[in-house]
């Protein structure tokens, strides 16, 4: 079993910065990928990045591309996900995902563990 806990939203203006972290604890190992997704209301949840734990290979969607960058400390067993020139559109909860696999999917169901999420708002 692996648990996932987020940390780092909060309310920031457009054009500011954030920086989430996923804590991972219980069974984690280099066979894992993990992602960050994200929901806004009333939408739903769509991936935003993902980092394969072992040979650190990033994606990222389209929209966040050249703004967010994933990564990944071993030591701590934590994920980051910094958000630099952050819109309103990304306001949403992000949430922090694992999945048992050694590659990156944006397909929501195959991540098995996920965390509480961290709600992130961008005021205009």
């Known amino acids: 079993q692996t648990q996932l806990v987020e940390s780092g939203g909060g309310l920031v203006q457009a054009g500011g910065s954030l920086r989430l972290s996923c804590s991972a604890s219980?069974?984690?190992?280099?066979?894992?990928?993990m992602g960050w997704f994200r929901q806004a209301p009333g939408k739903e949840r769509e991936f935003v990045a993902a980092?394969?734990?072992?040979?650190?290979?990033?994606h990222y969607a389209d929209p966040v591309r050249g703004r967010f960058t994933i990564s990944r400390d071993i030591g701590e067993n934590t994920v980051h996900l910094l958000m630099n020139s952050l819109k309103p559109e990304d306001t949403a909860i992000y949430y922090c995902?694992?999945?048992?696999?050694?590659?990156?999917?944006?397909?929501?169901?195959?991540?098995?563990?996920w965390g509480q999420g961290t709600q992130v708002t961008v005021s205009s």
């Open positions: 219980g069974r984690t190992g280099e066979s894992y990928t």
């Open positions: 980092i394969t734990w072992y040979t650190t290979t990033t």
């Open positions: 995902a694992a999945r048992r696999a050694p590659s990156y999917s944006e397909y929501v169901p195959s991540y098995e563990y």
